[in-house]
């Protein structure tokens, strides 16, 4: 019903740049929240950056000040603009959207395919 896209990630050197973008589509009603999750091989996914639905945004500790997240609700789009990046920052990268559907009453948590971010000489 609901289909997340991502674009963007790749390979970059430490102290470089890079933006990761997400699209919703389908039978959207409603978003809440927009957010990012990244996850590395053989831990949980955790919290990189998240807007809420009254525009309060919420970083993890290790990102504020390097990483900004902006979502357009009106195109359905959320991105994450990635600064400043260390090899720490190696990841699979996913996009989450709180969504209400048409004609249903609770919202759903979807998520985007993952997209590989390398921070790496």
């Known amino acids: 019903q609901v289909q997340l896209v991502e674009s963007g990630g790749g390979l970059v050197q430490p102290g470089g740049s890079l933006r990761l973008s997400c699209a919703a589509s389908?039978?959207?009603?409603?978003?809440?929240?927009m957010g990012w999750y990244r996850q590395v091989p053989g831990q949980q996914r955790w919290l990189v950056g998240r807007?809420?639905?009254?525009?309060?945004?919420i970083y993890a500790e290790s990102v504020k000040g390097r990483f900004t997240v902006s979502r357009d609700k009106a195109e359905r789009t959320v991105d994450l603009q990635m600064d400043n990046l260390k090899p720490e920052d190696t990841a699979t990268y996913y996009c989450?959207?709180?969504?209400?559907?048409?004609?249903?009453?609770?919202?759903?948590?979807?998520w985007g395919q993952g997209a590989q971010v390398t921070v790496s000489t």
């Open positions: 989450m959207m709180s969504v209400l559907t048409t004609g249903t009453t609770k919202f759903k948590t979807y």
């Open positions: 389908g039978s959207v009603f409603d978003i809440r929240d």
């Open positions: 807007v809420e639905a009254g525009g309060n945004s």
